[in-house]
């Protein structure tokens, strides 16, 4: 089992950055696929981010270029840095794991099995 917990997050102006973090405890993050999802206001979860167990990652294409997703197992800590930021990229971001090996990580919200309390992004029109 592993407990996540979310920072970094809050109010930037478009065109500008965050760095996400996601503190795990427990075990480390190399043994799971780890996931950045976010939910804007009214809509669903949505995957944006993910890195698998072998370091491969994946983005949405609403993302790519901007957000960089990485992991540090000395700090047993994954990254989300947002660049560029959108107003659109307003949500709660959520940070995931998923315990089963899977060659890339999934974008499927029902395959992660652990998830911290989200932080919010607001990025105003």
């Known amino acids: 089992q592993v407990q996540l917990v979310e920072s970094g997050g809050g109010l930037v102006q478009p065109g500008g950055s965050l760095r996400l973090s996601c503190a795990a405890s427990?075990?480390?993050?190399?043994?799971?696929?780890m996931g950045w999802f976010r939910q804007p206001p009214g809509s669903e979860r949505e995957f944006a981010a993910g890195?698998?167990?072998?370091?491969?990652?994946s983005y949405i294409e609403a993302v790519k270029g901007r957000f960089t997703i990485s992991r540090d197992t000395a700090k047993n800590t994954v990254y989300l840095q947002m660049n560029s930021l959108k107003p659109e990229d307003t949500a709660v971001y959520y940070c995931?794991?998923?315990?089963?090996?899977?060659?890339?990580?999934?974008?499927?919200?029902?395959?992660?099995?652990?998830w911290g309390q989200g932080t919010q992004v607001t990025v105003p029109s």
């Open positions: 995931a794991a998923d315990r089963t090996p899977r060659t890339d990580a999934s974008s499927n919200v029902h395959h992660y099995d652990y």
């Open positions: 890195i698998a167990r072998n370091g491969g990652t």
């Open positions: 427990g075990r480390t993050v190399s043994m799971y696929g």
